[in-house]
Structure formats: C-alpha cells, structure tokens
C-alpha cells in the first residue's frame, strides 16, 4: 500500500518541522512554498531553521519521501493538505491574503474523500467563511460532505528544546464529526497527544487566548518594572519572591517589547474581530499592546540616561547590541524589538554595532555592523545594550571589560550593570 501523500504548504518556522516530522512518521511529502531560494536551499540540504539541524533534513531528502517545491500541480493526488503560511497585520488589520493564495492555488487538487487543515493563526469563523468557499470554488466539491476541513493551531516555539511538535498537545478541529475524525487521526500520527474540540471556530479562538494571555501578562510586568525603576524598588527581585509562591502565581518577567509572529499579532486579530462584529473595543488587547509597543522607546531613552550619568552623550556613542533576534537561541527577526531598538538609538546619533550569531545576514538592520562577542568589542563599546538573551554569549566576559551595561534580560551582574 502507498504512503498516504501530505501537501505542506509554506516551508517556514511551522511548515518545515510539520514536513520532517511526517516523513518520519512514514508519509510522503510535499514541502510547498512560494519563496524559490528557500526551496532551492532546502533541496540542496540546507536548513534555515533553526529547530530542523542539516542531518535531520538530509535524513528527509535521503528517504526519497520529503521533496520541497515551488510549483502547486507537485500536490496532485494529495491525500491531506496543511496549510502553514504567515498572517500578518497591516495597518493593524488582518492580511489573510497568503491563505487566499493558497487556498485557490491548493483548490483544483482537491479531491473526493481528501482532507485540508489550516495552521495559520487567524481569526475564528477564517476556516469555515474564507478558507472553504475558495477550496469548493476551484474544485467544484462541497466540505462537508465530498473533502474534509479542519483547523489546529500551530503550537511551535522556535528554539525550546524541551516542548517541541511531537510532544506539544495538539488542538484539533473539523467542520463535522467526520471531519474532525480526518483531522485528529492525521495528526495522532505525528503527536504524542490530539486535543479535540467542536468547532473549528474553538480552535481558532484557542490559538488567541494563549497568547493573548502572555501579552497581557508581559505588559503588566513591564508597566510595573517602569513604574519599579521610577521607585527605586528592584522589580526583578520582587518577581522571584512573587515566584516562590506554589499556587496562585505564574512569573512573567520584562523585557524590551515583544516580538515573533504570534505576541504582536494573534491578540490584535482577537480585537479586530471583536471591534468589528460587536462594536466595541477589547480595551485589555489594545492596552496591553500600547504598553508593549513603547519598550523599544522605553530602552533607548534609558540607555541615553545611563550614557548621559557616565558623561557620554549618545550622539556619536559607539553601543554594543547583544542579540536582535526576537527571542533567545533563534535567528528569527519578525517584529523584532531588538531591531527597533536599534533603529531608535541610531536616530538618536549612536553608532551601533550588534553581536548576532543566529540571523542571516540578509535580515540585520541597515546600518548596523555586526561583530563578534570578544573582550576587544566589548572594551571600544562606550555601552552594551543586552536585548536578546542568547545563551552562546560570554556575560562574564561582557561584565568584565564593559563600562556600562543596560540589561533587559537580567543575565549581567556587577557595579556596571543596569537592569530594565
């Protein structure tokens, strides 16, 4: 018997584990996406990502089971289709535009008894209102009833080692019970455990509230180390003790705003619906975003006092960056507040350099040079700004030839230092 034929469409943070994890779970697959230079280094064994280590795609590659493509006829015969593809914000509305292109591209393959799951984090009613009239328009067939659709939220977070695709739980959905059957089945394949649920407007809605949840969250903590440092109390110290609370209490700790595809997007997409359809606001989302939005302003016009206190004025200042990722351990800079940071100080006249071992070249700021971490950067530096906290940097070796350290991340310690 044939392995059943998998359509990944978008070779990305989430669709290029979703494709190496069904390879090993024993399906063909097809790796999707519209960007030719990625297709063409994944082809060549190339991984961009950081989560997916060169032999793991070449072991995909080896097999004869992964094969990644431009080109939509390749899905064919599809058995299940993913679709995995970004939904940005523009203007602060929904740009749900990739999944249109996908779905009607995808369309004239779909077929009788076939199945198609949307990852793309969207707002809820996307699935059943937008994905499925497109897919029904260009293969003439009807869900439910001739194909199944479902949706899960994609759950992936790039560089944890310790919750990755295979052991995260995973929400599943469908459009009927039959659906849903597809749907849970497909993905029990590659999961240690499904989360089924009713709808697939549930699903979408689960996507929201886990990160609108952590957005809150962080902008309440980083109100408060504001208002803490204003105060004169240590904020980071009051977290911990908070911590050591064994009920009633989870930790979210500051940081320089918020970044990725999911915190700076996914609550808005929950707001702009709710404004939308209800009429009026989610005052939660759009406080909780402003506050987060000013962080990268926030640093810079702290580092510009913590300069000014060591007789340096920024303007013409030599900074030292560590890190513009968005998060640690990754080279991923979607809405990096890393890389505002670094545009708000080069505004302010800095000369800014950056220590950044993970992102491709192609997607460092303009005007920033970036170094290596060595006693010799860390010395010329007048300051050294830690925005991402990756776990390759020497601290120690940053705390002993530094002259000033502003730390967002809590990493540094000595007489030097100035923490968030």
Same mark, same amino acid.
């Given at each position: 018997?044939?392995? +059943?034929?998998?359509? !990944? ?8 584990? #979703? ?41 995909a ?22 679709i &995995? ?5 523009? =203007?602060?509305?929904? =740009? ?6 996908? $779905? ?6 779909v ?6 799951? #949307? ?10 209102? #937008? ?6 328009a ?7 009833g ?17 919750w ?25 394949r ?54 050591s609370?064994?009920?009633g ?5 500051? $940081? ?6 999911c ?12 404004k ?26 702290? !580092? ?11 303007? $013409?200042?030599?900074? %030292? ?5 968005y998060?640690?351990? &990754? $080279? =991923? ?21 950056a ?6 070249p +192609? ?8 170094v ?11 300051? !050294?700004?830690?925005?991402t906290?990756?776990?390759?940097? =020497?601290?120690d %070796? ?18 030097m !230092?100035?923490? #968030?």
């Amino acid at each position: 018997m044939n392995a +059943q034929k998998l359509v !990944v469409i978008g070779q990305g943070y989430v669709g290029l584990p #979703l494709a190496m994890r069904a390879v090993e779970a024993g399906l063909d697959v097809v790796g999707l996406d519209v960007d030719a230079d990625r297709v063409k280094r994944l082809a060549s064994g190339e991984s961009f990502v950081e989560d997916i280590p060169a032999d793991r795609l070449g072991r995909a590659l080896a097999s004869g089971r992964y094969r990644p493509s431009t080109e939509y006829p390749d899905a064919e015969g599809f058995d299940i289709c993913v679709i &995995t593809v970004p939904t940005p914000l523009r =203007d602060g509305v929904p =740009d749900l535009s990739f999944v249109e292109q996908a $779905g009607t591209a995808v369309g004239p393959y779909v077929r009788p008894g076939c199945t198609v799951v #949307l990852e793309s984090t969207t707002y809820p009613g996307t699935t059943e209102d #937008l994905l499925r009239p497109l897919l029904e328009a260009a293969s003439g067939l009807r869900s439910p009833g001739d194909f199944h659709l479902g949706y899960s939220p994609e759950r992936i977070d790039p560089g944890n080692p310790t919750w990755r695709l295979e052991n995260t739980p995973k929400v599943v959905s469908g459009v009927d019970a039959a659906s849903l059957e597809r749907v849970d089945g497909f993905y029990r394949r590659l999961v240690e455990r499904t989360v089924p649920v009713d709808s697939t407007r549930v699903a979408e809605l689960t996507k929201l509230i886990e990160n609108t949840f952590r957005q809150v969250n962080i902008a309440l903590i980083n109100e408060l180390a504001m208002a803490s440092h204003q105060l004169g109390i240590d904020a980071w110290q009051a977290i911990e003790a908070a911590s050591s609370k064994p009920f009633g209490f989870m930790p979210f700790r500051p $940081g320089p705003g918020v970044g990725g595809h999911c915190l700076p997007i996914d609550p808005c997409y929950l707001s702009w619906q709710v404004k939308r359809t209800l009429g009026r606001p989610f005052r939660f989302i759009e406080l909780a975003d402003d506050i987060n939005h000013q962080m990268p302003e926030h640093v810079a016009q702290r !580092v510009m006092a913590g300069l000014n206190r060591i007789g340096r004025p920024v303007n $013409g200042a030599r900074l %030292l960056l560590l890190g513009l990722a968005y998060k640690k351990n &990754t $080279g =991923d800079m979607r809405d990096s507040p890393a890389v505002d940071v670094a545009r708000r100080l080069q505004a302010l006249g800095a000369d800014v350099h950056a220590v950044e071992p993970y992102a491709e070249p +192609q997607h460092i700021p303009g005007g920033v040079v970036v170094v290596d971490l060595t006693a010799r950067e860390v010395a010329a530096a007048d300051a !050294v700004v830690l925005v991402t906290d990756h776990d390759s940097f =020497d601290y120690d %070796l940053v705390t002993r030839h530094a002259r000033y350290v502003f730390d967002t991340r809590d990493r540094c310690r000595g007489a030097m !230092v100035e923490r #968030l």
